[in-house]
C-alpha cells in the first residue's frame, strides 16, 4: 500500500491542546504525493519527468522560505513552538531526517524513469558511456563552454568565493606539482547554457559532466585530483519594515538585488563527494552539517523541464483543449461572443482549464478595451505572464482614453520583478498602478468594468480563485464568476477604492473580505452549523482549499464534528488537523487531489439547515491569508451555477483513481487501494468528459512550458 507518512503530530502537543499536524511536515507530505506521480508506471513517461522537474522546484522554495524561517527562528534562540508543540530545532531535525528520505526517494524514481526513457530513445547519458561522442565533445567545449567559464581558486589572497543561490557549481582539487600542493577551486556551471546537453536527438550528457572531463584545459600544468558538483540555497525571504519604507517600490527593488546573498540553508552534493571535501565547502558558506544532503545521482532535477517539453505525443498525457462556456458561445463563429450581453441575461460561472480562459476572462477585459461605451477598467493583479493578453489590452484601454486602474502587487514573493516591469509599463501609458498596501498582501482576484448603458452606468465584474495568467489558466483548475449583479459591483467597487485611496471600508454587501469579514464570516457559519446539527437539520461543511492550517478555524471545525455536523475537506497541499480522532474529528474527512491538473480552486459550502450557501474565492484556510492578505469570496446564488459547484464537488468526492486520504494516525493513503473498487473515477478525465458535453471546443492549447509547473506552491 502507498503511504506517505509524517509522525502523528499528538504525541508532542501540549496537554489539553487539540490534535494538530505540523505545516512543515504536512508540506512535506504533499511533496511526496507530487513525487508518487512520477512514480506512477501509469503516467505518461514525459509526464512523469515533469512531476520529478516539479517535486525539484517545489523543495528548492521550501528551503529558500520554509526552512529558511526556521532557522532564522533557531538562530534567535526562540523557544516559540508551533502548533503541534515543536521548537523550530525539534522542526528542523525533523525536516532534515524526512527531506533525506524523499531525496533518496526522487534520485531513485529518476533511476527508474531514465531507464524507461532510454528504451523509448529519449535517453539522459553519463560522460563515460559516451565514448563515441568525446571527440565533438571537446570541441563544443572549446568552442561553446570553455569561454564562458571562470575558476575560482582558494588561497591566500583569494577567500572562498560566494556561490549564488541555486547555482551548480563542480568543486574541484587540484595537485600542483611544482610545490607539491593542494587546492580547491570552484567552477559555476553557467546557468546561461541548455543544463542538459544534446549529443543527437533526444539523448543528452549532463553539462556539469561535459565540464568536469576538461577541467584541464582550466588547470593548466596542474593535476586534477577529483571533481564534485555541489548546490546551494540561500534564504529568498525577505522582510520590509514597511512603515518605516518611504517608497515602497524601491524598497522592494532593493531588497531583490540583496535575495541572492542571502544566508545559505541547505548545501547538496554529490553522494561519493569525500568528507574532508565536503566540509570545506560547509565552512566556506558559514552552514552546519544538518544543512547539508548527500544526493545519490543528479543534482537538480529541476532540469528535466527539457524532457518534459519533448513533443513526443506518444510518452505524454493528450493535450486538452477547453471549451467554450455554453453561454458565451458566439451565435456567429467568425465573431466572438457579446460578454455584456450574456451577463445581463445572468451569472456565468467559468471553470478553467476545462473551460477556456482566453474566451472568457480574457475576453471580458478585451472587449472592455475595445468597447467605446466602457469608461473605466480596474483590476488587480498578483502573478500573470510575461506575455499576457490582459495586460496588453489594459495598456491598450489606457491608451484609448478609458480610466485603467490596476492594483499591482509588487510583493508576490518571486514575482516581485515581473510585477514591477508590467506596472511600469502601465505607468507609461497613463494607467493609475497602486503597488501595493503597507502592511498587506493584495491577493484578491478581482477586476470591474464600467460601461455606460442608457443615461446610467453599469458596472460587470469578475471575482475569481485564480491569478490573471493565461499560463498557468491551462494547467491550474480555477474558477471564476462573471456578473453584472448591482450589489457585487458595488462591493467590487468598494474593495477597489480601498486599496486605491483612503477609504477605510470595512463592510460589504455580498463579498466576504478578509482581513475584516472572512475570518469572522467563516467562524460564525462554522458554528452555525453546529447549531444546526443539534437541532437535528441538515448540517454539512465542504471546503475544498489548497491549505488549512489555521489553528482557530481549526478548533472551530473539531467543535463542529463534535456536535454532529459532516464534513469533507478538499485540501491539495498542506493540512494541520487531523480527522477521524474519537470525540474531535470523527466526522470529518480529508482528502488530497494530486494529478494532471492543479487542483487550485477554492470552494466553500455550509449546508445550512437545508438552505444550502456556496461561496468561492482566492483565500486558503491559513492565518496569512484570513489575518495578512486582502482576499475576496463572493456568494454563487444563480442555481445553475451552484449545481455545477455540487457536480466538481460530487466528482472529488468520488475520486478513486488521484485522490489521497489523511488518517487519524497522520499518514496519507491511496483511495484506489483503500477502495474495493478502485481506479473508477479519474477527476480529471470526468470533468473533461463533463465539459465536452456541455461546450464547444476553442482554440488548439499550447503547452505549458515554464518552471514551477502544474503544482507550483506559490499557486
Excluded at 314 to 324: A, N
Excluded at 440 to 459: D, P, Q, Y
Excluded at 488 to 513: E, I, K
Excluded at 643 to 650: M, V
Aim: hydrophobic share 40%; glycine share 6%; aromatic share 6%.
Amino acid at each position: 500500500m502507498t503511504v506517505v507518512r509524517t509522525r502523528p503530530a499528538r504525541r508532542r502537543r501540549p496537554t489539553g491542546a487539540p490534535p494538530y499536524i505540523n505545516r512543515e511536515l504536512s508540506w512535506l507530505d504533499f511533496n511526496a504525493r507530487v513525487l508518487h506521480e512520477a512514480r506512477d508506471e501509469r503516467t505518461p513517461l514525459l509526464e512523469r519527468a515533469k512531476f520529478l522537474a516539479i517535486f525539484a522546484s517545489n523543495l528548492d522554495e521550501f528551503f529558500q522560505v520554509r526552512v529558511s524561517g526556521l532557522r532564522e527562528q533557531a538562530a534567535a534562540g526562540g523557544a516559540k513552538r508551533s502548533s503541534d508543540g515543536r521548537t523550530p530545532d525539534e522542526q528542523l531535525e525533523a525536516v532534515h531526517e524526512r527531506v533525506g528520505s524523499l531525496v533518496n526517494d526522487h534520485s531513485g524514481v529518476w533511476d527508474q524513469l531514465r531507464a524507461a526513457l532510454a528504451a523509448e530513445d529519449v535517453a539522459v547519458v553519463d560522460y563515460e558511456s559516451a565514448a563515441d561522442h568525446h571527440a565533438r565533445l571537446r570541441e563544443r567545449f572549446l568552442e561553446e563552454i570553455f569561454p564562458v567559464l571562470t575558476p575560482l581558486a582558494v588561497a591566500p589572497g583569494h577567500p572562498f568565493p560566494y556561490i549564488s543561490t541555486l547555482s551548480l557549481s563542480l568543486a574541484v582539487t587540484v595537485h600542483d606539482p611544482m610545490t607539491d600542493e593542494r587546492r580547491f577551486a570552484r567552477v559555476k556551471v553557467p546557468e546561461i547554457l541548455p543544463r542538459l546537453v544534446e549529443l543527437e536527438p533526444h539523448v543528452y550528457i549532463p553539462l556539469e559532466q561535459v565540464i568536469a572531463a576538461n577541467l584541464d584545459t582550466l588547470f593548466t600544468g596542474l593535476e586534477i585530483l577529483e571533481a564534485h558538483p555541489f548546490r546551494v540555497t540561500r534564504d529568498a525571504d525577505f522582510d520590509i519594515e514597511e512603515d518605516e519604507a518611504g517608497d515602497l517600490l524601491s524598497a522592494i527593488e532593493q531588497e531583490l538585488r540583496r535575495r541572492r546573498f542571502g544566508s545559505a540553508v541547505r548545501l547538496e552534493v554529490e553522494q561519493t563527494m569525500p568528507d574532508e571535501m565536503l566540509d570545506f565547502i560547509l565552512a566556506g558558506i558559514g552552514l552546519d552539517r544538518e544543512g547539508a544532503y548527500r544526493v545519490p545521482g543528479m543534482l537538480d532535477l529541476s532540469c528535466l523541464w527539457t524532457l518534459a517539453g519533448l513533443e513526443i505525443p506518444e510518452l505524454r498525457d493528450p493535450p486538452w483543449t477547453p471549451v467554450v462556456p455554453p453561454r458565451l458561445v458566439p451565435p456567429d463563429e467568425d465573431e466572438p461572443a457579446d460578454i455584456f450581453a450574456a451577463l445581463r441575461a445572468g451569472d456565468v460561472l467559468v471553470h478553467h482549464p476545462y473551460e477556456s480562459f482566453s474566451a472568457s476572462v480574457e475576453r471580458f477585459v478585451a472587449q472592455a478595451a475595445s468597447d467605446p461605451d466602457v469608461v473605466a477598467i480596474k483590476q488587480t493583479l498578483y502573478r500573470t505572464s510575461g506575455d499576457s493578453p490582459i495586460v496588453r489590452d489594459l495598456i491598450r484601454a489606457a491608451d484609448q482614453g478609458k480610466q485603467v486602474v490596476v492594483m499591482v502587487e509588487i510583493k508576490a514573493r518571486f514575482d516581485e520583478e515581473a510585477n514591477i516591469v508590467w506596472a511600469r509599463k502601465l505607468e507609461q501609458v497613463g494607467a493609475h498602478v497602486v503597488y501595493g498596501l503597507v502592511g498587506l498582501k493584495t491577493h484578491s482576484k478581482t477586476a470591474l468594468v464600467i460601461r455606460r448603458e442608457g443615461s446610467g452606468l453599469r458596472r460587470y465584474v469578475h471575482i475569481g480563485t485564480g491569478n490573471y495568467n493565461p499560463k498557468t489558466a491551462r494547467i491550474y483548475t480555477d474558477l471564476g464568476l462573471l456578473s453584472c449583479r448591482p450589489e457585487l459591483g458595488a462591493d467590487v467597487t468598494d474593495l477597489l477604492n480601498f486599496l486605491t485611496g483612503l477609504s477605510r471600508q470595512h463592510t460589504f454587501r455580498r463579498l466576504l473580505v478578509a482581513p475584516d469579514t472572512l475570518r469572522p464570516r467563516l467562524r460564525e457559519m462554522i458554528e452555525r452549523e453546529a447549531d444546526h446539527a443539534r437541532a437535528g437539520r441538515p448540517a454539512r461543511i465542504v471546503l475544498k482549499v489548497n491549505a488549512i492550517v489555521d489553528p482557530a478555524l481549526i478548533e472551530s471545525l473539531y467543535a463542529a464534528s463534535s456536535a454532529g455536523v459532516s464534513i469533507d475537506l478538499i485540501v491539495r497541499g498542506m493540512c494541520s488537523l487531523q480527522p477521524g480522532i474519537p470525540g474531535i474529528s470523527e466526522r470529518i474527512r480529508v482528502r488530497s487531489i494530486v494529478g494532471e491538473f492543479l487542483e487550485h480552486s477554492r470552494i466553500f459550502m455550509f449546508a445550512n439547515g437545508g438552505f444550502d450557501e456556496w461561496y468561492i474565492g482566492s483565500a486558503d484556510v491559513m492565518e496569512r491569508n484570513l489575518d495578512r492578505r486582502v482576499e475576496a469570496a463572493v456568494p454563487v446564488e444563480d442555481m445553475e451555477a451552484r449545481a455545477r459547484l455540487a457536480e466538481i464537488i460530487e466528482v472529488l468526492l468520488a475520486d478513486d483513481r488521484r485522490s489521497w486520504q489523511l488518517g487519524p494516525d497522520g499518514s496519507w493513503r491511496r483511495n484506489e487501494e483503500i477502495n474495493s473498487a478502485a481506479g473508477t473515477v479519474d477527476t480529471f478525465a470526468e470533468l473533461k468528459q463533463r465539459a465536452l458535453a456541455t461546450g464547444r471546443q476553442a482554440a488548439t492549447p499550447r503547452r505549458p512550458g515554464t518552471p514551477g509547473g502544474s503544482l507550483d506552491p506559490r499557486a
